[in-house]
Structure formats: structure tokens, C-alpha cells
């Protein structure tokens, strides 16, 4: 290291164009951090990162930015031929295709968040290969696109509100709290999935059927009455998503507050999610461009 710095104080003496040098030294013993002032300089660099994956999402296809809205109607009719007209579930007293599409919603966000935040590592090898920059960037701005994505959809939902007379209530303050939540949900497991999947490409394809399955361990399709109370209640908690959609349908559609034990477990195992996804991020970062 002393022969790098005494070759850069030379050139600097000499005129000759000196390129900034970044070291990683092992942090052996040491609590990763992250330097969050260096994440602040290099904001432009997320904005640019976030413009480019959303235009490279709807480049050359056909449809546009209609797939944004395809995906969850869809999926929102299949599951109110299903669930809501064959299967009979309750939902509270709201018309199943509106109580669906509520909950799908921020399923789309996280789930799309999440898929991208995964990959987005593997995705980006050229640029952690060839140049220096803060890793971190990479997987904040594959969030972006999914709000891109969930905009668009929520003014399909505005429009089921407005058709079937459901009016807003005071809850509706709070909406911009639960958006932040599935968005931190998706940012914390995805940070996990990004960094091993650097070392184990097993997990770009164990990440949709692992996404696929959440969603039925999720709310989307049914109610959380559903699950009995007490002990089952708060291990359905364990899945941050759980009360994630109560608080949008609460939020939205002025149903129930989420069980309070339920809520609660979902928002601390959330912050332990993203806690130690911070660190073993920032513990991994010095090996991926090696690894990638």
C-alpha cells in the first residue's frame, strides 16, 4: 500500500493524471458498515442505473408499459373465478376482485423488487468488474422499475374503487408507510439473494419458484381471519408480507387494522432482515468482483 500512495504523490508532482484508487483491505474482526455519505455521492449514478433497467424493461415490447397492468388483472380474475365465485372465501364484505387486486398490488412491487434485486448483481457484472463504485447502488436501483410498475397498476385500482362506490377513510394517510414497507421487505431479502447468488447461481433459478410459493403463504388470495388466533397468528407473522397487505387493504379499503401481534412480528422480522442483509452485503462486497 505505502508503494501505491508514494507512486500517486510522484505522478501528482510530475503533472501526470492521477486516477483515483480504491483499496479494500480484510475487515477480519470488523462490523461491516456501510458508508452511507458515499452512497449520497453517488445518487446520481442510482438514477441513471434506475432509468436505464426501466427503460430496458419495456424496450422493443409490443405491449409497452401494458404489461404492468396485464400481470395483475389477470391474475386478479383468475383468482375471483377460483377463490372468490368457486371456492366461496370470505372478504370481509368487499367484492372479491377489488379485496384481490389490493392485495396483489404490493405483492407486484415486492415481488418484481425482489426478482430484480436478485439478479441485479449478475445482471451488472461488467460494470463491478471494470470500474469502482458503491455495490450497493446496483440493488437500490432495481427498485425503481417496480415503482414504475406498481404507479401504472394503481390507477387500475383507483378506477375498480371508483366503480364499486368504496370510498377512502382516514387510513388512506398512512398508504405511503405501507408502500415503504413492502419496498424495505423486498430490499431486505433481496440483498441476501443478490449476494449469495454471486457465488451460487442456483439462486436465479430458485428464485421464482421461491417467489411463487411466498405468494401463497401470503394474504393475496385469501383473508388473514383465515388463520386462527393466538400462537398462529404470530408465526403467519413470520412472513413480513402478511402484514404488509392487512395494511394495505386497511390503508385502501378501510377493513380491520391488522392484528397487532401479526403487525408487529412482521415489522421486526423485517428490520432483522435488513439489518444483517446490510451486512453480509457489505461483508461479500470485496469478493464479487472476483466471484462475478
Known amino acids: 500500500m505505502r508503494k501505491i500512495i508514494d507512486e500517486m504523490e510522484r505522478n501528482t508532482e510530475s503533472n501526470n493524471p492521477v486516477f483515483p484508487v480504491t483499496i479494500y483491505e480484510p475487515q477480519l474482526g470488523k462490523i461491516p458498515r456501510i458508508n452511507w455519505r458515499e452512497l449520497w455521492a453517488y445518487r446520481e449514478l442510482l438514477y441513471f442505473l434506475t432509468w436505464r433497467d426501466i427503460k430496458i424493461r419495456y424496450k422493443q415490447a409490443a405491449l409497452g408499459v401494458a404489461w404492468a397492468i396485464l400481470q395483475p388483472v389477470i391474475t386478479m380474475i383468475i383468482f375471483s373465478v ?4 368457486l371456492a366461496k372465501l370470505p372478504s370481509g364484505g368487499i367484492p372479491y376482485p377489488v379485496f384481490s387486486f389490493v392485495a396483489l398490488l404490493p405483492w407486484q412491487l415486492f415481488s418484481g423488487a425482489l426478482s430484480r434485486i436478485g439478479n441485479s448483481l449478475v445482471s451488472d457484472k461488467n460494470l463491478i468488474t471494470k470500474i469502482y463504485f458503491p455495490r450497493l447502488t446496483i440493488p437500490l436501483s432495481a427498485v425503481g422499475a417496480s415503482l414504475f410498475d406498481f404507479a401504472i397498476s394503481f390507477v387500475i385500482l383507483i378506477g375498480m ?8 377513510t382516514w387510513a388512506l394517510l398512512t398508504f405511503p408507510l405501507f408502500i415503504l ?3 424495505v421487505t423486498a430490499v431486505a431479502v433481496g440483498l441476501w439473494f443478490a449476494a449469495v447468488n454471486v457465488q451460487y447461481r442456483d439462486v436465479q433459478y430458485a428464485l421464482p419458484f421461491i417467489i411463487q410459493a411466498w405468494m401463497y403463504a401470503s394474504p393475496v388470495a385469501y383473508s388473514t ?6 400462537i398462529w397468528r404470530i408465526v403467519y407473522g413470520l412472513n413480513p408480507m402478511a402484514g404488509v397487505i392487512d395494511g ?10 391488522p392484528d397487532l401481534p401479526l403487525f408487529l412480528v412482521s415489522i421486526l422480522v423485517t428490520v432483522i432482515l ?16 472476483d466471484l462475478v
Open 248 to 257: 394495505f387493504r386497511w390503508a385502501l379499503l378501510g377493513t380491520q387494522f
Open 82 to 85: 377460483i377463490f372468490g365465485s
Open 274 to 289: 435488513l439489518i444483517t442483509g446490510l451486512m453480509y452485503f457489505k461483508k461479500m462486497e470485496e469478493y464479487f468482483a
Open 161 to 168: 374503487m371508483v366503480f364499486y362506490g368504496i370510498k377512502p
Open 225 to 230: 381471519e383465515l388463520i386462527p388466533q393466538g
Open 181 to 183: 414497507m413492502a419496498l
